[in-house]
């Protein structure tokens, strides 16, 4: 009987493991905890192997860690898109058939509509100082998030179009939105504004 990615996970508990390493990522350490992290990895060998769709599982749920520490340290997103890369090519090899840089683009597709496009669910009834600061920490993920789009582009791991969908989607949000206050318009702006992903030429022409 072969041992699937599940039974990997429920035997050795590596969501743990890989949330314990990716917080501890910073550029000085990356390629150690890179290697720390693919060797947490199920690997496919003549006694051991792992069918697509449970290695396709694995794959996501590590890109969800991956993607939500990069939504609180916006600073290292060109660290984490690097992360992202190594781990595509270490899985490719793995399966060739897999599609990794379809799973960051069916990721990065959750992430802006359920925390870049929507507006954050926070009770108006809360303190001041308290509603404030949750929108606070919704804006900062939410241009974390922007920004990691802008780098995955620019590293190839992602198309063009799509983020450029997000931007023109939220600069539409913004222009037929006549409450200055709602969310969509400081989303709109921190794009349009200094906070804006930098997409290279190579990237914008394909390349």
């Known amino acids: 009987m072969k041992p699937s990615a599940l039974s990997f996970l429920k035997k050795d508990s590596p969501e743990q493991k890989w949330r314990g390493i990716i917080n501890k990522f910073t550029p000085e350490k990356f390629d150690k905890l890179c290697e720390q992290l693919i060797e947490t990895l199920p690997k496919n060998t003549e006694e051991n192997q792992v069918d697509e769709q449970s290695y ?5 749920e590590l890109l969800a860690l991956i993607f939500d520490a990069c939504s609180r340290q916006h600073k290292y997103t ?4 690097n992360l992202c ?5 270490y899985v490719e090899k793995q399966h060739p058939g897999l599609d990794g840089r379809g799973a960051i683009w069916g990721r990065c597709q959750s992430i802006f509509l359920t925390v870049v496009l929507k507006s954050p669910d ?3 009834d809360l303190p001041e100082d308290e509603y404030m ?16 789009g802008g780098d ?9 179009d799509g983020v450029m969908h997000w931007i023109h989607a939220l600069l539409s949000e913004r222009h037929m939105s006549s409450d200055a206050d709602v969310p969509s318009t400081p989303q709109a702006a921190d794009i349009a504004g200094e906070d804006s992903p930098t997409i290279s030429s190579e990237a914008a022409s394909g390349h």
């Not at 396709?56 to 996501?60: C, E, F, I």
């Not at 995955?152 to 063009?160: A, D, E, Q």
């Open 56 to 60: 396709k599982k694995v794959l996501d």
């Open 78 to 81: 060109e660290m984490y898109t």
């Open 152 to 160: 995955l582009v620019s590293h190839g791991l992602v198309p063009v």
């Open 122 to 124: 926070i009770p108006t």
């Open 85 to 89: 890369a190594k781990l595509i090519e």
């Open 133 to 148: 600061d949750k929108k606070a920490k919704h804006k900062h993920m939410m241009v974390g998030m922007v920004k990691f």
